[in-house]
């Protein structure tokens, strides 16, 4: 049991992680120098979210900007690849917006390293709550950037959430889909999923009871790694363990009692209906999280347009930083969100 609740967790989790700590460097001191350190309220328990917004080159005051928000991985922070985004975009004429999900980094929340999907998708709500109120912004002009299971986030939210004009993702997931089909689609069966439910139940009784909380490893160490490990898991290990992707505030950990409300999150489910503003779906064509991108995309038929983006020969993660890569990406958001949003 021990055994496969590491792999399911592996899988639901690991894979939705961080990016570059170190791909500032990259940045234009321009852009780096204009980033302000903000807070906003999370409208449903009243948390302070910490964020980074980024103004765009050349900016003038006076002026109103189309806006997005960039939304991280499970388990990320602002500074990872979500900020990388952000501050790349504002060099294209955006303002932008990298925040740290409630619970995690800089963010209030407690239970810490918790993973809510409900509270994920009330972030990016008070996200767009919080640009509506900033002059240099026009609140009639806002988007969304989500990333892996960010992107799943953003889907859901800009379902209900019509203030969001565009969205976009890149390598998007639907947490909840990995818990119950695993990270390559193919189905996880009813009664290992069950187990792993009954396993959480346990867990949670055991809290209550004064035990301590239990937290898991988000990705596995290096260590940890054996030649059965998973081509995309030895990548996400690489992204968060190691200089590439570390960041002092992404702990590598997740509350492994908090993990049954995943497993009962759909953010594909009303699509179909709901979701009308434009959307641009983008995975890399070697990324095992590709079928989700597609899903997405074929669920998206209310939408005014829709595209399916593949990077060829990119995986997963070498869309959070591998600026061979996310260059071309980036310059396709650009043009993706100045037609939308103007």
């Given at each position: 049991?021990?055994?496969?609740?590491?792999?399911?967790?592996?899988?639901?989790?690991?894979?939705?992680?961080?990016?570059?700590?170190?791909?500032?460097?990259?940045?234009?001191?321009?852009?780096q120098n204009n980033a302000q350190h903000v807070q906003f309220v999370q409208q449903h328990n009243g948390w302070k979210i910490a964020g980074n917004l980024y103004l765009p080159k050349n900016y003038e005051a006076g002026k109103k900007?189309?806006?997005?928000?960039?939304?991280?991985?499970?388990?990320?922070?602002?500074?990872q690849t979500s900020g990388l985004y952000a501050m790349l975009l504002a060099q294209k004429g955006f303002v932008t917006l990298a925040f740290d999900a409630s619970h995690h980094g800089e963010s209030?929340?407690?239970?810490?390293?918790?993973?809510?999907?409900?509270?994920?998708?009330?972030?990016?709500?008070?996200?767009?709550?919080?640009?509506?109120?900033?002059?240099?912004?026009?609140?009639?002009?806002?988007g969304v950037l989500g990333i892996c299971a960010g992107g799943g986030y953003s889907i859901s939210a800009a379902q209900t959430e019509h203030r969001i004009k565009a969205l976009a993702t890149v390598s998007a997931v639907d947490i909840g889909n990995i818990a119950r089909q695993g990270w390559d689609g193919k189905g996880i069966p009813i009664a290992e999923q069950l187990k792993a439910l009954e396993a959480v139940a346990a867990q949670r009784t055991a809290e209550a009871n004064g035990a301590p909380v239990r937290y898991d490893h988000n990705v596995p160490t290096r260590d940890e790694i054996t030649v059965a490990t998973p081509h995309d898991i030895v990548e996400a290990s690489e992204y968060y363990?190691?200089?590439?992707?570390?960041?002092?505030?992404?702990?590598?950990?997740?509350?492994?009692?908090?993990?049954?409300?995943?497993?009962?999150?759909?953010?594909?489910?009303?699509?179909?209906?709901?979701?009308?503003?434009?959307?641009?779906?983008?995975?890399?064509?070697?990324?095992?999280?590709?079928w989700q991108s597609e899903?997405?995309?074929?669920?998206?038929?209310?939408?005014?347009?829709?595209?399916?983006?593949?990077?060829?020969?990119?995986?997963?993660?070498?869309?959070?930083?591998?600026?061979?890569?996310?260059?071309p990406v980036v310059d396709k958001l650009e043009k993706f969100f100045h037609k939308n949003l103007g």
């Amino acid at each position: 049991m021990k055994k496969f609740l590491k792999r399911i967790l592996a899988c639901s989790f690991m894979l939705c992680l961080t990016s570059g700590a170190n791909v500032s460097a990259q940045i234009p001191a321009e852009v780096q120098n204009n980033a302000q350190h903000v807070q906003f309220v999370q409208q449903h328990n009243g948390w302070k979210i910490a964020g980074n917004l980024y103004l765009p080159k050349n900016y003038e005051a006076g002026k109103k900007y189309p806006a997005i928000i960039t939304v991280h991985p499970g388990g990320g922070v602002k500074e990872q690849t979500s900020g990388l985004y952000a501050m790349l975009l504002a060099q294209k004429g955006f303002v932008t917006l990298a925040f740290d999900a409630s619970h995690h980094g800089e963010s209030e929340g407690t239970p810490r390293y918790i993973e809510i999907p409900t509270e994920r998708v009330e972030d990016i709500r008070s996200a767009v709550d919080y640009l509506t109120t900033l002059p240099q912004v026009d609140a009639e002009k806002i988007g969304v950037l989500g990333i892996c299971a960010g992107g799943g986030y953003s889907i859901s939210a800009a379902q209900t959430e019509h203030r969001i004009k565009a969205l976009a993702t890149v390598s998007a997931v639907d947490i909840g889909n990995i818990a119950r089909q695993g990270w390559d689609g193919k189905g996880i069966p009813i009664a290992e999923q069950l187990k792993a439910l009954e396993a959480v139940a346990a867990q949670r009784t055991a809290e209550a009871n004064g035990a301590p909380v239990r937290y898991d490893h988000n990705v596995p160490t290096r260590d940890e790694i054996t030649v059965a490990t998973p081509h995309d898991i030895v990548e996400a290990s690489e992204y968060y363990t190691e200089s590439r992707g570390q960041y002092p505030t992404a702990k590598n950990l997740v509350m492994f009692s908090g993990f049954d409300g995943i497993y009962a999150f759909h953010a594909f489910s009303d699509m179909e209906t709901f979701l009308t503003q434009p959307a641009l779906f983008i995975a890399g064509t070697e990324a095992g999280s590709l079928w989700q991108s597609e899903l997405a995309y074929e669920k998206a038929t209310a939408t005014i347009s829709r595209e399916l983006y593949k990077v060829n020969g990119a995986t997963h993660m070498d869309l959070y930083d591998r600026m061979n890569f996310v260059t071309p990406v980036v310059d396709k958001l650009e043009k993706f969100f100045h037609k939308n949003l103007g």
